[in-house]
């Protein structure tokens, strides 16, 4: 069942992993993804849903206007991620990392509700070009601050979901292929650059054309 799960729920959210901008809504769609697996199997979306709950780091205030340069999230969720980021903040509230959620709320929270006037910092700490923000989404394309911005957050890296990838792939093969922990460590070395060379198994990828 545990199998299931994994093809069912997190596949799309280790494939999307790698990309900084697709963090807040990968997170979003993940965490919905697990409490809806309650109607395959409660006691895992359970489980998988509570613990994934401590992990929410890019819903936080300050990381999730990272999903404003994800080209799945809809310009009508820009518009009102730009709107609660320009509202009043009436409290100051410490600055955190990680942020908690109603679990029973969850399935209809959207992007918009995770953000802020804090969420204005991201472009402050990030040194990024906010005049696009003044402007309607669906214009954001053609403008060069945002192109720049939006290179900036693309050359990020999810620095947890890498530490993750290293781990399963150390679970993967650890004692499938080989016991000499020598071996061990030049296997995962070769098998990560593999990796990293044919990232998807598209022909234009395998031929190495650009």
């Keep these: 069942m545990t199998c299931v799960c994994l093809q069912y729920v997190y596949l799309k959210a280790w494939i999307s992993a790698p990309l900084a901008s697709g963090a807040p809504y990968s997170d979003l769609l993940l965490l919905k993804s697990l409490l809806e697996y309650s109607s395959i199997h409660l006691a895992i979306s359970k489980a998988t849903s509570n613990k994934f709950s401590g992990n929410l780091w890019y819903l936080s205030p300050e990381l999730v206007g990272l999903a404003l340069f994800d080209s ?71 403008r ?29 093969y650890s004692g499938f292929i080989t016991q000499d922990e020598s071996q061990l460590q030049f296997l995962l070395q070769v098998v990560n650059e593999h990796r990293r060379v044919y990232p998807d198994s598209r022909k234009q990828t395998l031929s190495g054309q650009p």
């Design 72 to 142: 799945r999230v809809s310009s009508s969720t820009k518009r009102l991620m730009v709107s609660a980021m320009q509202s009043e903040d009436d409290q100051e509230q410490e600055h955190t990392k990680r942020i908690t959620i109603d679990l029973d709320s969850a399935k209809n929270k959207n992007l918009e509700h995770f953000v802020t006037a804090k969420s204005a910092k991201l472009f402050q700490m990030m040194d990024l070009p906010d005049g696009f923000l003044t402007v309607d989404p669906d214009l954001w394309e053609d």
């Design 144 to 172: 060069h601050d945002y192109k720049l911005a939006s290179e900036t957050v693309r050359s990020l890296k999810v620095v947890n979901d890498h530490a993750e990838r290293g781990v399963a792939l150390i679970q993967e």
